[in-house]
């Protein structure tokens, strides 16, 4: 955070406006891409170690639909021959669920802020798996051009014909009421952001395509929250006061977050688990935690949000009191109260928001989140989702990295 820009209230920058800007190709909205280099969650990959296999499925799927493989076995052994580089998504203006993987041409929802600068995330390709999911086969990059080549630009299309702003936190509100959480449950976000475009991609003739595409694709409106999410983040690192959680992620190696007032990444191992299982699979193959979805949680939405979603709750194994505890415990790890959203089934008490590394540290409450996770076995694609607790570690090391700076204290 410079020392030279005034300080914010977290309040007002968690009320940054926001608005839907439509669906590009990430290499017209984010710098840095090229054929052999891509984004991934989390924090930076470590080259000496393996790269988890859901990340080598992705960066496989990433090679053969940019044409840079003309064969599975070609592209799994240029990804693991290090033959491409891999920078972290929230290092850019991206976040990237489950493994991120953003190559030139995937298709990207955007967002813009107020002040005019654009921040995107991943299109979700489809309920039964994708390239963010890490599998690389015929059906996974058929799906992938659909959307990249006719879903996207007919929502593009839609966004920009339809003659209100299309604001994202006034979605969010809805749906919050209507038994989302918007991290790991956005049936109600989805059908919001679908009524909302239904006049105009009705009047384009892709308009069958778009709308078998969300009949099958009811986790939609992650991308726009996790969008909305790295938005308010930013104002945050640039403006905002010093201890904030500004970037939260894993990659299947290490857990990560970046902090305001401070430089760099903090660091632990990814967590596994707990987890249930998602239609039959194996749990105990899964991989350790990936995706940057965790900064939805920042702005107050997601764990923070879970007595919103009682369906979710109760699949993820939390009871009604104990999805009201969960929030209420979150209080205890962040800066403010959201002053946009609020819980339908606690009496439309704001929900947490703003997550101070110092109250983290001091209270010993690790904050919650909720999470999908995906198969160690290549290609496999997801197995379970929950709610873990994000590991202390980083939290402790920027609490100890923030005191000088903050507090006045040596050491």
């Not at 988890?52 to 799927?61: I, K, S, Y």
Request: charged share 20%; net charge negative; hydrophobic share 40%.
């Amino acid at each position: 955070m410079s020392t030279e820009t005034p300080q914010k209230d977290l309040r007002d920058l968690l009320a940054a406006e926001v608005r839907l800007a439509g669906y590009r190709p990430a290499h017209e909205v984010v710098d840095g891409l090229d054929e052999l280099t891509y984004l991934h969650s989390g924090p930076p990959i470590d080259v000496y170690r393996p790269l988890p296999a859901p990340l080598v499925g992705a960066v496989a799927a990433g090679l053969l639909f940019e044409g840079a493989a003309t064969t599975a076995e070609e592209a799994v052994a240029m990804t693991r021959d290090g033959r491409v580089r891999l920078m972290p998504c929230q290092d850019t203006n991206v976040a990237g669920p489950l493994t991120g993987l953003v190559t030139p041409r995937t298709p990207m929802v955007v967002v813009e802020r107020g002040d005019g600068r654009l921040f995107c995330s991943p299109m979700h390709e489809g309920d039964d798996g994708g390239m963010r999911t890490g599998t690389y086969d015929v059906p996974t990059l058929e799906r992938l051009r659909q959307v990249a080549e006719v879903v996207a630009p007919a929502l593009n299309r839609a966004v920009l014909e339809t003659p209100v702003p299309l604001r994202p936190v006034e979605m969010q509100i809805s749906a919050l009421r209507r038994g989302d959480e918007c991290h790991n449950r956005n049936v109600a976000s989805t059908l919001g952001l679908v009524f909302a475009l239904a006049p105009a991609l009705a009047r384009l003739p892709e308009a069958a395509a778009v709308f078998d595409y969300f009949t099958r694709t009811t986790q939609h409106f992650i991308a726009i929250s996790a969008a909305v999410a790295k938005a308010v983040a930013d104002s945050i690192e640039c403006s905002g006061p010093a201890g904030l959680v500004t970037a939260v992620g894993m990659n299947g190696q290490d857990f990560g977050i970046r902090v305001s007032g401070l430089d760099g990444w903090f660091r632990g191992p990814s967590p596994v688990g707990p987890m249930v299982a998602l239609g039959g699979a194996d749990i105990t193959t899964a991989s350790p935690g990936q995706g940057d979805s965790p900064i939805i949680e920042t702005l107050g939405l997601g764990a923070f949000a879970l007595s919103s979603a009682p369906a979710l709750a109760r699949t993820l194994g939390f009871s009604t009191d104990g999805s009201r505890e969960l929030v209420e415990e979150m209080r205890q790890v962040c800066g403010c109260d959201s002053p946009v959203y609020g819980l339908p089934n606690q009496d439309f008490a704001p929900t947490p928001a703003g997550i101070d590394v110092v109250r983290v540290a001091d209270s010993g409450v690790a904050p919650a989140t909720t999470l999908g996770f995906l198969s160690r076995n290549l290609g496999a694609g997801r197995v379970g989702a929950g709610v873990i607790r994000m590991p202390m570690q980083p939290f402790l090391e920027a609490r100890k990295a923030l005191a000088p700076r903050v507090i006045g204290v040596d050491g």
